[in-house]
């Protein structure tokens, strides 16, 4: 199992220059959680890819329901506190710490692309690309 932040699932779900190492990921380990905060991400990110990239509306709507799909039943609620904790103590974003958090919570790796996350948490934070390989 692994924790996979927003920016894998979409390298996962969505056409990029990362997205045959999410597959690679995916491979090694297909039982991903994430945290709630993902969805909103999520379409966040669909949003610009229709504003931006010029997605169709319908192929954005099929790649949320394609990460919908994957990701029900494994959306987890890290604890509040170690959060908030997490966030005070690594200068990381109360977003960011979420997934930090569940990961810490979990004894499990947290798989990211994100600077910020994977200087701050380097005890379980690692790229995918390290994950992969490593």
């Not at 954005?60 to 005070?88: N, Y």
Request: charged content about 20%; aromatic content about 8%.
């Amino acid at each position: 199992m692994i924790v996979a932040d927003t920016n894998l699932l979409a390298y996962l779900h969505l056409p990029g220059t990362k997205s045959e190492v999410a597959d690679d990921v995916l491979v090694k380990d297909p039982d991903w959680v994430s945290t709630p905060l993902w969805a909103s991400e999520f379409r966040n990110i669909l949003f610009a890819f229709v504003r931006t990239q010029g997605m169709p509306p319908d192929l954005a709507r099929a790649h949320w329901q394609d990460a919908q799909t994957q990701m029900a039943g494994h959306v987890l609620i890290p604890d509040p506190e170690h959060i908030l904790a997490k966030a005070d103590s690594t200068s990381l974003s109360a977003y960011d710490a979420e997934y930090v958090a569940l990961a810490e919570a979990l004894g499990v790796r947290l798989v990211t692309s994100d600077k910020e996350i994977l200087r701050h948490a380097r005890g379980v934070a690692c790229s995918p690309e390290a994950f992969v390989h490593g």
